[in-house]
């Protein structure tokens, strides 16, 4: 065997061992996470009142990993943007997370009523969680205004995974109900 033909064979080697271990590491995350389904259902929209209003509602679903040692969120692990309208009253989505790690998240639900997007919510949610949480709690819509203006903040909870939660009440003078479930 000639000297370039043994380069060539130890080349083909390293790249077959690397591929091969590129696969088991493939192999290991998948086999670490979880798929989940969240089912978001409705049986009375928030938009109902409103003459003005367009009757559906275009809401944001925030999940954030939570710990009581830490005083501002992270970045979100699930974020989505989606329509109710009377016609169409529920959706699920698929969201993947670490099999380890099945609690300690907290969601909210937001029913959003001007062009902000996701991502200019978002930062708001995590730097005041806190006072928004406090504000949402005491009933008042004044300061949940001042922290996200014309979105309305439908509900929050912590939860684990499965889990199921109900939101139910009026929000300016708008009742609404939903159920969002996380299951495996």
């Known amino acids: 065997m000639e000297r370039g033909d043994s380069y060539i064979l130890q080349s083909m080697r390293f790249f077959i061992f690397i591929i091969a271990s590129l696969s088991n590491i493939c192999l290991l995350a998948q ?4 798929s ?11 938009e109902d009142l409103s003459v003005a209003s367009s009757k ?12 009581e040692k830490v005083d501002k969120l992270g970045e979100p692990v699930f974020i989505k943007s989606f329509d109710f309208r ?4 529920n959706a699920i989505f698929d969201w993947t997370i670490l099999k380890s790690k ?7 639900l937001i029913e959003r009523d001007s062009d902000k ?8 949610l995590r730097i005041h969680s806190e006072s928004i949480i406090e504000c949402f709690d005491n009933r008042d819509y004044l300061c949940i205004e ?8 439908l509900g929050y909870k912590r939860f684990s995974v499965p889990s199921e939660h109900e939101l139910n009440g009026v929000y300016k003078l708008d009742r ?3 159920t969002i479930t996380f299951q495996e």
Request: glycine share 2%.
């Open 56 to 67: 559906n509602d275009e809401l944001l679903l925030l999940i954030y990993e939570f710990s």
């Open 36 to 46: 989940v389904k969240i089912m978001v259902a409705s049986t009375n929209l928030s």
């Open 146 to 153: 001042k922290y996200l203006g014309d979105e309305d903040l």
């Open 86 to 89: 009377e016609d169409r009253m």
């Open 176 to 178: 609404f109900n939903y």
């Open 31 to 34: 086999s670490d996470t979880s």
């Open 102 to 108: 099945k609690e300690n998240y907290l969601f909210f």
């Open 117 to 124: 997007s996701e991502l200019q919510v978002d930062p708001v």
